[in-house]
């Protein structure tokens, strides 16, 4: 070891690590890889030769489910909700902790520790309520019986991140920005929210995310299939084809491909937010 250099015994060091994350890498990548060589063959081919590549490839189960507009019915539903919510979810939250950041009122920190309650209020147990409350205001089969609980379940979290950013930002500068006739708003609107874009882009990745993957309230929401999302259609398209097991695998890959997509355009700007909120805490 003495003989080595610097980087090479530092990189030595490093190798656990990295052998650690290139096997946690192989095990989440594997079951997608399945999926995806499995939508190309054909049921019998699967029975018989599980882990082997398609002999043919039999792209009929992506191009059928490509060509059907319901899987795009459903798909812009999801796209729908999840920007509805995240509109929703991010706009509130901001304005809230903004309030809880830089307003010194009594009571402020009671309030702010009711919001970091609901972290730990599970969903599941608010189902019940929720759908009554859903029918008595008619939102049944509607997006918005989706979009508002999930805003309103996704505030927590999004308040105590953004509550963080925002007390970082100097009172020095919200003074000088007073002292130039910027009123409170005009503070939050053009200073505080452009210095707050990593914190509001992870907040945001969160909520489409939480969104997209959400499957019991569109269950619980919507009976009838015109705003069913893509959750609740890989159910039902597994109940409709459960002995075409190669189209259900060609489906789930359809369904997984945009959140996958997105998530590696935002990958960036959520590690990137999520970095600078650990190195300013």
């Given amino acids: 070891m003495s003989g080595l250099s610097h980087t090479a015994r530092r990189r030595l060091r490093s190798t656990p690590l ?12 594997t079951p997608i890889l399945y999926a995806l060589v499995s939508g190309f063959k054909s049921t019998d081919q699967l029975s018989q030769n599980p882990f082997g590549l398609p002999s043919p490839w039999n792209v009929s189960n992506y191009t059928d489910i490509l060509a059907d507009s319901a899987f795009w019915r459903m798909l812009g539903s999801s796209t729908l909700i999840a920007v ?33 309650v609901g972290l730990m209020f599970p969903f599941a147990v608010a189902i019940l309520p929720l759908f009554v409350l859903l029918r008595t205001f008619g939102l049944l089969d509607n997006p918005w019986g989706v ?12 308040i105590v991140i953004l509550r963080g950013f ?11 920005a007073t002292l130039d006739g910027c009123s409170p708003l005009g503070f939050f ?15 945001s990745v ?10 019991l309230l569109p269950l619980l929401v919507f009976s009838e299939p015109t705003w069913w999302t893509i959750p609740v259609g890989v159910q039902q398209f597994q109940g409709q084809y459960s002995s075409d097991t190669a189209r259900i695998f060609a489906y789930l890959v359809l369904s997984m491909a945009p959140a996958l997509a997105f998530y590696a355009v935002a ?15």
């Fill in 147 to 158: 979009i508002l609980p999930q805003a309103a379940f996704g505030l927590p979290m999004t």
């Fill in 206 to 215: 969160l909520a489409i995310v939480a969104s997209w993957n959400n499957f």
């Fill in 18 to 29: 990295y052998v650690t994350l290139w096997l946690v890498g192989v095990l989440m990548v």
């Fill in 267 to 281: 990958e960036r700007q959520l590690i990137g937010g999520i970095t600078m909120g650990a190195t300013k805490g």
């Fill in 189 to 203: 609107w053009r200073i505080l929210l452009p210095m707050a874009r990593p914190a509001l882009g992870t907040v």
């Fill in 84 to 116: 509805g919510t995240t509109v929703l979810t991010v706009g509130t939250a901001a304005l809230a902790a903004f309030g809880l950041a830089r307003f010194a009122f009594k009571g402020r920190e009671v309030m702010f520790t009711l919001f970091t």
């Fill in 166 to 176: 925002f007390r970082e930002i100097p009172g020095e500068l919200e003074e000088a």
